[in-house]
């Protein structure tokens, strides 16, 4: 993959066009991560009235389908295969629904039902099957079993290599696995088969893991006003405030959030986002609400994290500890169906539980997914534990800038910096804690201001230190 500049100044001036632009062309999310998921059959289906018809139309574009519409393609379905059981094509659809329906709701209980779907596709069609297989991909994916998704992607690639929507999916698997070099290559093959905003979205996606951070956000505007319906429009704006809240920019983000949730109201990540947004501004009660409205709707393990941890940050320790438990139900009723939240859980457990626990349970998930997101999480779970040693060369992966360490995350610099610290590296210590402030000042209600205050204690460099000794 060409590298891009990734210099602020030279581009400036066409990335804040291109900002106000996507601010005042959009209206009004699936969270990009969650890969739209119908991607099967390759065509795409003329514009019709009808709700099952608009999502079948979105979703083989390769775009986000309105909840409601995705609910009624997916009842559609289910009355076909009752009809025709033998259909693998309408098995393969209802499957991949299913998938999405579980992400945007966030209950794993639709996998189940989705795999039940996809299992019986492809024992209708045994051979030749490659709708199926992207949906066991999605499917997958959406259980964080990265290796499956892969396997299962590769697996649909062979007999299609040229069908673009196979490529998303592998794009994602790789991302999860932490091969971000293959992730690089799945998206230069991807331009070569597609253009749009579909595209240029999960151009974003892997821009923003290597750090490029302004070419992610120039993708993202450029998508946006291009974007065939709401649900589209909406995942990209979503994408947008999350880019502008990871850099410290609260306003925008917070225009990006409450334009995506205006366009899309069930678009939960972009309500968590302005929640997030609302704390950071001060704006506490609003904050309170936005963050309960996405945990009702979609009760996602991460955002009753970041309610929780802004809960203790105002002292409320048991709403706080009852926001935790939260995380550990929704935890164990993932694991019932397949799926795997070993990231947050390691993180709850690190902070507010059994650390030692933590250390096992993150080792045993970096074997299986050596991603950067978990080398910051098994790092900060080390040193928690009292491991410092060991837990340095963890939080240097994530934070490198190599091996998948680009993306430049205030939290992740932060950890290094505690680290550090404690080890009594105090130059290095005070130029992460530095660092991280810069990226985002308000990165955590909890652990920013925590941020500051280890900062004030390591004081000014002394004088008549060496480099890397004060």
């Not at 609260?250 to 225009?255: D, G, H, I, S, Y």
């Not at 500890?321 to 169906?337: D, F, G, K, Q, S």
Request: proline share 6%; aromatic share 6%.
């Amino acid at each position: 993959m060409t590298v891009r500049a990734t210099d602020d100044k030279p581009h400036e001036p066409r990335r804040r066009a291109r900002r106000r632009a996507l601010l005042a062309s959009v209206a009004g999310c699936a969270v990009l991560g969650a890969a739209p998921v119908l991607w099967l059959w390759g065509h795409e289906a003329p514009p019709a009235p009808e709700a099952g018809a608009r999502a079948l139309a979105a979703v083989t574009g390769g775009v986000p389908a309105a909840l409601p519409d995705l609910a009624a393609l997916a009842g559609e379905r289910e009355r076909r295969v009752r009809e025709h059981p033998r259909d693998a094509e309408a098995w393969a659809v209802l499957g991949a629904a299913r998938v999405e329906q579980g992400l945007r709701l966030a209950d794993p209980a639709y996998w189940t039902r989705a795999e039940e779907a996809l299992r019986t596709s492809l024992k209708v069609r045994a051979k030749g099957n490659a709708p199926a297989l992207r949906g066991m991909a999605a499917l997958a994916n959406a259980r964080r079993d990265f290796a499956g998704a892969r396997k299962w992607g590769q697996a649909a690639r062979k007999l299609e290599p040229g069908r673009w929507t196979t490529y998303p999916l592998l794009i994602e698997a790789s991302a999860g696995l932490g091969d971000d070099e293959e992730a690089g290559r799945l998206l230069e093959r991807l331009k070569e088969l597609r253009s749009g905003p579909a595209v240029m979205a999960w151009a974003a996606a892997v821009y923003r893991d290597r750090g490029w951070r302004e070419d992610a956000a120039a993708e993202l505007a450029d998508a946006a006003p291009t974007a065939r319906g709401p649900a589209e429009r909406a995942a990209y704006l979503e994408r947008a405030g999350q880019l502008a809240w990871e850099r410290g920019d609260r306003e925008e983000a917070l225009r990006y959030f409450r334009q995506a949730v205006r366009t899309d109201p069930d678009q939960r990540a972009a309500q968590a986002g302005w929640g997030r947004t609302l704390a950071a501004l001060g704006r506490t009660p609003e904050a309170l609400g936005a963050y309960r409205t996405a945990l009702a709707e979609q009760p996602r393990p991460e955002y009753a994290l970041e309610l929780g941890e802004l809960y203790e940050s105002l002292g409320l320790r048991r709403a706080a500890e009852a926001r935790y438990e939260v995380v550990r139900e929704r935890v164990r009723a993932a694991a019932a169906h397949g799926g795997d939240e070993s990231l947050v859980l390691g993180r709850l457990e690190a902070d507010h539980g059994d650390a030692a626990g933590a250390v096992r349970r993150l080792r045993g998930l970096w074997k299986r997914q050596p991603s950067t997101a978990v080398a910051d999480a098994l790092g900060w779970a080390l040193h928690r534990a009292g491991r410092h040693e060991e837990a340095l060369p963890f939080a240097v992966r994530a934070t490198g800038g190599t091996e998948g360490g680009g993306v430049r995350s205030a939290p992740y610099v932060f950890h290094r910096g505690m680290i550090e610290r404690s080890l009594g590296r105090h130059g290095a210590a005070r130029r992460h804690l530095e660092e991280a402030l810069r990226i985002n000042p308000w990165f955590s209600p909890l652990w920013a201001p925590r941020a500051k205050a280890a900062l004030a204690r390591l004081g000014e460099p002394s004088l008549q230190a060496g480099p890397g000794l004060s």
